[in-house]
């Protein structure tokens, strides 16, 4: 397992993978495969890739704990950079379709619409985290501050769930998914700090 | 959940009561009835779109009408395959899927409440009631998309001479057909059913209002409210009720099931109005099925000097 998981090509694999919902919606606007409404379809796909794509970066820090495998940090910069793809994506499809790519229009519309100011928070609260992604921001950041800039996925999360919920008409289903995933996920870290921190209070007590 | 019997469509109400408990009658009945159907078919007859995926008979003579706009119809296909039938699901592709073994045959709708000839109309009386016309209307979803349809029908007020409603009668309740067993997906829709619908009386009388039993020259698809539909081209698509079952005439201002649901987004009227935005998205432009961008959308659908004269002097921000 974990010669797996630390194989470059296993890496290459899950980038590739992680590219293959971009290439089907390519493939199927090209072959007109989209339906009556194409660009809704490709806005509702592209936001449902972002969301998912969140849920499984925030999995690798649980699931790493959980099953010991340390290993599983390797994906979590590629797996959280998509997600920011596939929002770019979804970012575009309302600024050009819906705005006709008039940024003046799409601001009017981000101060009106609840659902949508949620949606845009998520997505420039995103971006310093894609920009701070690499190696060279993390060295300059320091760990810490590094870590603590990061934990704005968590907002960005709750948001993007809001926002899928704000949008639709009666049939919660769908959002409420996402909700439950993303609570899990972020109760797992306040059930864990809260254990973590017991531990080291102990620790600490037995040792003075 | 709840299992609610429809009471208008029982086998008791198809079969008379006399004559399916006496069972040599009723085999010879049948006999009779099925000699019958073969010397003369009748449209709707023929239409059986229980093994059809769409109802595919064609109208023979269509009378063009006045109210039809020239623009670009919408394709049968895309009108076909995105829809809202909550019934049938809520994503737009499920209808087409779901719908598809919905039995329509037989069918009545009954008229009732304060008219002069309360009465019940078979699919065939209906289609009796006055000559087809072809309509081809834009269409507007409170969901900012549009879709141009020729509608076939006719103006709702010929039914409405028929059953003469009395002076107490100021609106008029619609209520679709709803059967769990048929349409098990209604039960993630998130809406109460069966769904209920309701138009002030001159509304209905509006020449635009069509009562609708057809589509691009054929009768109606199921995803599309088969066998007869309220066509209202100047108020936002949902106001217009599909699978039409039931129509009453009331002093009170009937409920409709999106208002129920939330009253601050979806009001009685729901006329198109860009200037009066839903809550949480703009209504000052629609996407035409078909285009990219977005184009402006007209007062009352651009029906406004057909309709607007029955809204003077309200307040159509308050009267959403």
Redesign the interface.
């Known amino acids: 397992m974990r010669a797996i998981l630390t194989s470059k090509w296993t890496k290459a694999g899950v980038f590739m993978l992680s590219l293959v919902p971009f290439a089907l919606l390519v493939w199927n606007s090209v072959g007109n495969k989209l339906g009556a409404n194409p660009v809704e379809s490709l806005q509702h796909a592209t936001g449902d890739w972002a969301l998912r794509f969140l849920v499984f970066t925030l999995c690798i820090t649980p699931f790493r704990k959980m099953f010991h495998l340390p290993e599983l940090i390797r994906f979590r910069r590629m797996l959280g950079l998509f997600a920011f793809f596939y929002v770019c994506l979804h970012f575009f499809t309302y600024l050009g379709p819906d705005q006709n790519f008039s940024l003046s229009a799409m601001l009017k519309d981000v101060v009106k619409r609840p659902f949508i100011t949620l949606g845009f928070a998520a997505f420039v609260l995103m971006i310093p985290l894609a920009l701070t992604s690499t190696a060279g921001m993390i060295r300059r950041l320091g760990g810490k501050r590094w870590q603590q800039l990061h934990r704005l996925i968590y907002v960005c999360a709750i948001l993007a769930v809001v926002h899928y919920y704000w949008l639709v008409k009666s049939d919660i289903r769908k959002p409420l998914v996402y909700g439950v995933l993303v609570a899990l996920l972020l109760l797992w870290r306040i059930l864990n700090r809260r254990k973590t921190t017991a531990s080291a209070k102990a620790t600490a007590a037995a040792t003075t | 959940m709840l299992l609610r019997k429809n009471p208008d469509l029982t086998y008791a109400d198809v079969t008379p009561r006399s004559v399916y408990v006496d069972r040599r009658k009723f085999l010879k009945t049948m006999g009779v009835a099925s000699a019958l159907a073969v010397a003369g078919p009748k449209v709707w007859e023929l239409a059986s779109p229980s093994n059809l995926v769409f109802a595919a008979t064609k109208f023979a003579t269509l009378a063009k009408s006045q109210y039809s706009t020239n623009e670009k119809q919408?394709t049968f296909?895309?009108?076909t395959?995105?829809n809202n039938f909550?019934e049938f699901g809520?994503d737009?592709?499920d209808p087409a899927k779901n719908a598809v073994n919905f039995r329509t045959t037989p069918w009545s709708v009954a008229v009732e409440g304060d008219v002069a000839k309360p009465r019940k109309f078979t699919m065939d009386e209906i289609l009796k009631i006055a000559p087809l016309e072809e309509r081809i209307y834009r269409h507007r979803c409170v969901?900012a998309?549009s879709i141009v349809v020729p509608w076939i029908g006719f103006p709702f007020s010929a039914l409405v001479n028929l059953v003469e409603p009395t002076p107490k009668a100021k609106y008029v309740a619609f209520t679709s057909y709803f059967d769990l067993g048929q349409m098990p997906q209604a039960r993630?829709?998130?809406?109460d059913f069966p769904y209920v619908e309701g138009l002030r009386l001159d509304e209905a009388m509006n020449p635009l209002a069509l009562l609708c039993v057809g589509m691009y020259g054929e009768t109606l698809a199921n995803q599309d409210g088969a066998p007869v539909r309220m066509i209202l081209p100047w108020k936002y698509g949902f106001k217009s009720i599909k699978s039409l079952v039931k129509i009453r005439f009331q002093e009170k201002q009937p409920r409709s099931t999106w208002n129920i649901?939330a009253p601050n987004e979806y009001g009685f009227y729901s006329n198109v109005n860009p200037t009066v935005?839903h809550p949480?998205?703009?209504q000052s432009k629609e996407?035409r099925?078909?285009e990219?961008?977005?184009r402006n959308t007209l007062m009352f659908n651009g029906y406004s000097d057909i309709v607007a004269g029955m809204y003077s002097g309200m307040d159509l921000k308050k009267n959403y």
């Open positions: 919408n296909q895309d009108v395959h995105y909550y809520t737009k592709t969901e998309w993630y829709a998130g809406i649901l935005d949480r998205w703009t996407r099925l078909g990219i961008f977005k």
